[in-house]
């Protein structure tokens, strides 16, 4: 097992535009692995490589303790959302920033497309929590983070937030 340092906010790779995987070898699977066991280890659901600072295009999901009927790890290398509908807002939190949660508008149905470890063609359609998960997976590889989608009264929260955590830490 190999489990690697998240990086949190404010981390500079976090804001970053990841690279396109352009070759998968020895170097993406040992990523992907560590990226497993780094999310597993954490209790996380997904997790992109700019949070196991390394600035690829890849994320790792995964979500049987959500519904049974989801088993398996999902691996998307180079990952693009193709088609988006509707809206929710549902309460999210991040690993790159912990203890903080907020409801977050999202598109209600996303389909995805990538590819996989072996370089296999990856599509999902997802809804409820997949949907979440991709947006938010997706939006790292983009250097956006969740609280960049923050409502001005959100983002006035968090900020607050912040600062009270780091009275007490000091």
């Given amino acids: 097992m ?19 995987v352009t070759e998968i070898n020895g170097a993406t699977q040992t990523l992907i692995t560590n990226m497993v066991d780094t999310m597993k280890s954490a209790g996380g659901v997904g997790l992109a490589a700019p949070q196991v600072n390394v600035s690829k295009r890849v994320i790792v999901m995964e979500f049987s303790h959500y519904d049974e009927r989801m088993q398996g790890l999902i691996v998307m290398i180079n990952p693009e959302i193709v088609y988006a509908e509707g809206g929710m807002y549902q309460e999210e939190g991040c690993l790159s920033v912990p203890d903080f949660r907020a409801a977050i508008e999202r598109s209600a149905l996303v389909y995805a497309r990538g590819i996989d470890g072996q370089g296999k063609i990856v599509e999902i359609e997802g809804r409820g929590i997949v949907a979440i998960c991709l947006q938010h997976e997706i939006d790292h590889l983009n250097g956006v983070l969740f609280i960049d989608r923050l409502s001005e009264g959100q983002s006035s929260f968090f900020r607050k937030a912040k600062k009270i955590r780091k009275i007490k830490t000091t």
């Fill in 2 to 20: 190999s489990v690697s340092k998240i990086e949190v906010y404010p981390a500079a790779v976090l804001k970053r535009v990841a690279s396109e």
